[in-house]
Nanobody, 113 residues
């Protein structure tokens, strides 16, 4: 059974940075694309970024140039480096193994103005 565990969320001022981590159990990590999603209060969950097994990356327009997704296959971990944070980035952030229904439990990110 695949498990995903996020960490690294917290409270930060506007313009600040945070790095989220998602540790993934199971040997299938290397072969799979991993994604980050977020859900703000009262809004639908939205896609943020994806990294393929080839390390190709894709970003939502709202975070392009500010967020960087990366992966460490030796540690079975995917990261989301978030810079120049804005209050509208406030949300619960989830990692997901793409093309499956395997999600983490989420980590709260709050950006104060």
């Amino acid at each position: 059974q695949v498990q995903l565990v996020e960490s690294g969320g917290g409270l930060v001022q506007s313009g600040g940075s945070l790095r989220l981590s998602c540790a993934v159990s199971g040997s299938i990590f290397r072969r799979n694309s991993l994604g980050w999603y977020r859900q703000a209060p009262g809004k639908q969950r939205e896609w943020v970024a994806t990294i393929a097994s080839t390390h190709n990356t894709h970003y939502a327009d709202s975070v392009k140039g500010r967020f960087t997704i990366s992966r460490d296959n030796a540690k079975n971990t995917v990261y989301l480096q978030m810079n120049s944070l804005k209050p509208e980035d406030t949300a619960v952030y989830y990692c997901k193994m793409e093309y499956t229904n395997n999600w983490g439990q989420g980590t709260q990110v709050t950006v104060s103005s």
